[in-house]
């Protein structure tokens, strides 16, 4: 049985930083390219960054590049979103996802509010 687990979400102040993190289990890990999404309310689901599955590629969407870093311990199973300067535009569910071809699973997602 196939489980992405997230955790890490919390109630941040604007500028603050927040880490969030993924425990995948039932596959093999290092085979799947993780991403993360985030969807607001009213929003469509969309891309916040992936990485491939030995770490060496990286992607960001443009409203995070430089403020987020996603990586990944293949040891632990675990990929990890680093956010820094968090802004009220960032709040949203984020869920973690892997991917191999045409296969993809979905975390249940974890919330993120950035407010004052």
């Known amino acids: 049985q196939v489980q992405l687990v997230e955790s890490g979400g919390d109630l941040v102040q604007p500028g603050g930083s927040l880490r969030l993190s993924c425990a995948a289990s039932?596959?093999?890990?290092?085979?799947?390219?993780m991403g993360w999404y985030r969807q607001a309310p009213g929003k469509e689901r969309e891309l916040v960054a992936r990485?491939?599955?030995?770490?060496?590629?990286?992607y960001y969407a443009d409203s995070v590049k430089g403020r987020f870093t996603i990586s990944r311990d293949n040891a632990k199973n675990t990929v990890y979103l680093q956010m820094n300067d968090l802004k009220p535009e960032d709040t949203a569910v984020y869920y973690c996802?892997?991917?191999?071809?045409?296969?993809?699973?979905w975390g249940q997602g974890t919330q993120l509010t950035v407010s004052s």
């Open positions: 996802n892997a991917a191999s071809g045409a296969t993809a699973y």
């Open positions: 990485i491939t599955g030995n770490g060496a590629n990286t």
């Open positions: 039932g596959i093999i890990f290092g085979v799947y390219r």
